[in-house]
């Protein structure tokens, strides 16, 4: 009867910090995944498409519009999200104000190995929205490195009964640093994700990011990042360390640019995440050194809880 009760509760909508879900031990279904994203009319930053954010708002009276997809997940179960949109504004010098409007999916496995978490039916729809403000408090300069905070405010409008939604306000809370050496870029930080609801848990989660802009039109990243158990109705029942990799590709039209990323467990429980998107930019000098998540700076999803994050 308990097992009964548990395979109402809901899984955590995996975004930017998107991050979103890839189920390790059915690789037909993760085909099926990566087919779908790229069929989607269009796709989602150190944000997206990384796990790893930044502290780099938008420039003031700067714009940027993601469409993304992507998936995250363990042998417990995956999560996907797409098509999703995220929209970000330099609201005032040094604030950026944050929106996504996910529609995605759960799948378990209903494995009993992995009891009481993974258990449930499959479901697609509108998952929980994310609103979110970056504030860059310490400026970036030669000898010293950005810092800022991107507090995160998820909002349930994601069915609970489903398992789309947690049926409550949840809040990602990092901490991020920042520093350009040329044409490289690392980033690094940690944060705490606080999950006010029956069968998910409070945890903490932080990552590394290296970045090379390899020439004018292409970009690519690796990063190690790690998070704690996140309950039993999430798909992450336990920690688990990412190796991923990504980058941009920056087509003629300014401003444009296609996100990438791929990762997979290297330390825990298995886990896979996986990340497509387009990205747009602008405003006032929208050209100048444009890149995801930064406005005029430095680069979603994302997605995780805490991560990207979501997934």
């Known amino acids: 009867m308990v097992r009964d009760l548990l395979k109402n509760f809901p899984v955590i909508p995996r975004m930017r910090r998107l991050k979103v879900s890839l189920k390790s031990r059915r690789p037909s279904k993760i085909l099926l995944c990566f087919l779908f994203l790229l ?43 797409g098509p999703a949109f ?6 005032i010098p040094r ?6 409007f996910p529609l995605g999916g759960i799948v378990p496995t209903n494995n009993p190995i992995y009891a009481p978490g993974g258990e449930g039916a499959r479901a697609y729809g509108i998952t929980d929205s994310e609103l979110g403000v970056k504030f860059g408090f310490i400026k970036q300069t030669a000898h010293r490195p950005q810092i800022g905070t991107f507090t995160m405010f998820e909002i349930p409008t994601g069915s609970y009964v489903k398992g789309l939604g947690v049926g409550k306000v949840w809040y990602k809370l990092p901490l991020w640093v920042e520093k350009d050496e040329g044409k490289w870029t690392f980033d690094g930080g940690a944060g705490y994700t606080i999950v006010p609801q029956t069968g998910y848990k409070n945890f903490a989660y932080g990552g590394f990011l290296v970045k090379k802009e390899i020439n004018k039109k292409l970009e690519f990243g690796v990063e190690v990042f790690a998070h704690g158990a996140e309950g039993f109705a999430a798909p992450q029942t336990q920690a688990s360390t990412l190796l991923d990799a990504g980058g941009y590709y920056h087509f003629k039209r300014e401003g444009l640019q296609f996100l990438f ?13 996986a990340y497509l998107g ?26 995780r809880a805490g991560r990207s994050p979501y997934f």
């Open 39 to 81: 069929a989607c009319p269009a796709i989602w930053a150190q944000g997206p498409p990384y796990q790893t954010d930044d502290p780099t708002p938008v420039d003031f009276k700067h714009y940027e519009a993601y469409i993304f997809g992507g998936v995250d997940g363990t042998p417990a179960e995956y999560d996907w999200l």
């Open 86 to 91: 995220e929209f970000n504004c330099g609201a």
């Open 95 to 100: 604030i950026q104000l944050h929106a996504i």
């Open 261 to 273: 990323a791929y990762g997979h467990s290297i330390a825990g429980q298995t886990e896979n995440y």
């Open 278 to 303: 387009l990205y747009y930019t602008w405003g006032k000098d929208s050209g100048d050194k444009s890149g995801p998540g930064s406005g005029a700076g430095a680069a979603m999803l994302s997605a």
